[in-house]
T-cell receptor
Framework: DAGITQSPRHKVTETGTPVTLRCHQT?????MYWYRQDPGHGLRLIHY???????DKGEVSDGYSVSRSKTEDFLLTLESATSSQTSVYFC??????????????FGQGTRLTVV | KNQVEQSPQSLIILEGKNCTLQ??????????LRWYKQDTGRGPVSLTI?????NTKSNGRYTATLDADTKQSSLHITASQLSDSASYIC?????????????FGKGTKLSVKP
């Protein structure tokens, strides 16, 4: 699992409430990613980080913000959760394999339900 | 538009049988292609990687092929086992340096029945 821990693993929250998901890694990887996975869609990138305080938007960033104040933690925040944000969220790190190749390693996922 | 299409969406086979999953992509420029296995309730795990110059690669009972000209890849599973029941996701990495975009297919859900 490349030392990736997501918390919580499951959460049910009400519409309009703020929610923060945490991704913690133990191996000092520079690149970290947040994806969401929904039926009928492939994994879609929400935000990613390429270093402390360095983040950028992905394909489906609306309604989400991220923060990375230290290398090991990448936080995903839903400022005001909506039912459309009910999903399974995966954190990933990118591991360099040399020769310009990288491999993504994923966490176990967080199942978020917004009611 | 960069896309990765997988077929079939789902597949049911009997234990011990072989099967082949398909992946077509329109990602350009192309860097590499990986097949991931995702067990229910878990994150995806890489099975194998295919680069532009490789035609076939095996990892145990899994054999991946790549035709860069037609932009097609397949994943062949031999002598299936119950533990092969999972979703298999084709992921293409576009160009743009070592952190090039990852384009995910929607996956094929494989069920192996006893």
């Amino acid at each position: 699992d490349a030392g990736i821990t997501q918390s919580p693993r499951h959460k049910v929250t009400e519409t309009g409430t703020p929610v923060t998901l945490r991704c913690h890694q133990t191996e000092n990887h520079r690149y970290m990613y947040w994806y969401r996975q929904d039926p009928g869609h492939g994994l879609r990138l929400i935000h990613y980080s390429y270093g402390v305080k360095d983040t950028d938007k992905g394909e489906v960033s609306d309604g989400y913000s991220v923060s990375r104040s230290k290398t090991e933690d990448f936080l995903l925040t839903l400022e005001s959760a909506t039912s459309s944000q009910t999903s399974v969220y995966f954190c990933a790190i990118s591991l360099s394999l040399g020769q310009g190749d990288t491999e993504a390693f994923f966490g176990q996922g967080t199942r978020l339900t917004v009611v | 538009k960069n896309q990765v299409e997988q077929s079939p969406q789902s597949l049911i086979i009997l234990e011990g049988k072989n099967c082949t999953l398909q992946c077509n992509y329109t990602v350009s420029p192309f860097s590499n292609l990986r097949w991931y296995k995702q067990d229910t309730g878990r994150g995806p795990v890489s099975l194998t990687i295919m680069t532009f110059s490789e035609n076939t690669k095996s990892n145990g009972r899994y054999t991946a092929t790549l035709d860069a000209d037609t932009k097609q890849s397949s994943l062949h599973i031999t002598a299936s086992q119950l533990s092969d029941s999972a979703s298999y996701i084709c992921v293409v990495r576009g160009g743009g340096g070592s952190q090039g975009n990852l384009i995910f297919g929607k996956g094929t859900k494989l069920s192996v029945k006893p």
